[in-house]
């Protein structure tokens, strides 16, 4: 029988192509792990041939076809295949930091944490002004946290106490399960370590919006399953993002209305409040950049996202009040 596992590495995509090839070599690129790594990679009904890469880089491929595609479905299908006591998920357009695995494993010498993840960072950010200001969005600050990404190391003993991840939920399946793990005592580490390298691959204004719709999707539904409850989840997100986009909808909509009737000091107004929110936002993220200039990018996409994220949330009121559930919502599919 072959040797035990120490790590297994849970890596799920869909038509990622040369991505998943860049991820599998990563994997294969870790740097004393202090024991051996299997590595699993989970297909979504992939077109590209992605499953045979996988294969031909020394990955076992599970295929799942669920009805309803989703991560969390992936992720639970390679987990729940894997050996190991430690299992990390890796989106398979990422690339795995050579030192990260070793050096987390150390965290979990407090048998308090239960997951463990480090900082995710864009790979291309000079592609595109959305990624430049999307990649800001990756920068969380080290120590205990109340949720993780899509690329965490987690002891498994906990994934089978609580059952791993929510397939019904089509985006936020992530923290849904970090909340049921803190709600065990557990602790979610976020350790100032380099993690990955994300390839968004958004360059076009339809893939942004789209991306935020669908974190607005999962703000409202995660909170609309957890409102009420002893440890509510996402539920004062979601009311900040309800009044803040309307504002910022108010805001916009208020200047061309104003010089339309031939109030321009209204528009003025209306420009400059707008204005100050950007300000503000970007001063708030000063610790994350130096560039004056990615700071303001930021700004302004930390308010203009609050509109898809509204519409987002609004949409899964819709569905709800339908009897409706919305399928996978993908942005990259959007590329041209």
């Known amino acids: 029988m072959s040797e035990i596992p120490l790590v297994s590495v849970v890596v799920i995509g869909r038509n990622e192509g040369s991505r998943l090839e860049q991820c599998l070599r990563s994997v294969a690129a870790i740097r004393n792990p202090g024991?051996?790594?299997?590595?699993?990679?989970?297909?979504?009904?992939?077109?590209?041939?992605?499953?045979?890469?996988a294969m031909a880089l020394g990955a076992k491929v599970l295929r799942v076809e669920p009805a309803r595609p989703c991560a969390a479905v992936g992720r639970n299908a390679g987990w729940k295949a894997a050996r190991a006591p430690y299992v990390l998920f890796l989106d398979g357009d990422t690339v795995l930091h050579?030192?990260?695995?070793?050096?987390?494993?150390?965290?979990?010498?407090?048998?308090?944490?239960?997951?463990?993840?480090?900082?995710?960072?864009?790979?291309?950010?000079?592609?595109?002004?959305?990624?430049?200001?999307?990649?800001?969005?990756?920068?969380?600050p080290p120590g205990p946290s109340e949720f993780c990404g899509g690329d965490a190391l987690l002891r498994r003993d906990v994934l089978e106490r609580t059952g791993g991840f929510d397939e019904g939920l089509i985006a936020g399946e992530e923290?849904?399960?970090?909340?049921?793990?803190?709600?065990?005592?557990?602790?979610?580490?976020?350790?100032?370590?380099?993690?990955?390298?994300?390839?968004?691959?958004?360059?076009?204004?339809?893939?942004?919006?789209?991306?935020?719709?669908?974190a607005g999707h999962?703000?409202?539904e995660v909170s609309d399953r957890f409102r009420g409850t002893e440890i509510p989840l996402w539920e004062r997100e979601s009311r900040h993002h309800w009044r803040h986009g309307s504002l910022i909808a108010a805001l916009l909509a208020s200047v061309p209305i104003a010089l339309a009737c031939r109030a321009p000091a209204v528009a003025l107004a209306a420009f400059?409040?707008?204005?100050?929110?950007?300000?503000?936002?970007?001063?708030r993220a000063r610790w994350k950049s130096r560039s004056i200039a990615t700071l303001a990018l930021y700004g302004l996409h930390s308010q203009l996202q609050h509109l898809p994220i509204v519409c987002g949330q609004l949409a899964y009121r819709i569905d709800r009040r339908r009897g409706r559930r919305r399928r996978l919502i993908e942005y990259k599919g959007l590329r041209q």
């Open 35 to 53: 024991g051996a790594v299997e590595v699993l990679y989970v297909d979504s009904q992939s077109t590209d041939g992605s499953p045979l890469r």
């Open 218 to 220: 999962a703000y409202e």
């Open 98 to 140: 050579p030192d990260f695995v070793r050096r987390a494993l150390c965290a979990f010498h407090d048998p308090t944490v239960a997951v463990v993840w480090g900082h995710r960072r864009e790979r291309h950010p000079e592609t595109s002004l959305y990624q430049r200001a999307l990649d800001l969005d990756w920068i969380y």
């Open 272 to 283: 400059a409040g707008f204005a100050a929110l950007v300000l503000r936002s970007a001063w």
């Open 175 to 214: 923290p849904e399960l970090c909340r049921r793990i803190r709600a065990t005592g557990a602790t979610i580490l976020h350790v100032d370590l380099p993690m990955t390298l994300h390839d968004l691959g958004i360059d076009r204004g339809a893939q942004w919006w789209r991306r935020a719709f669908r």
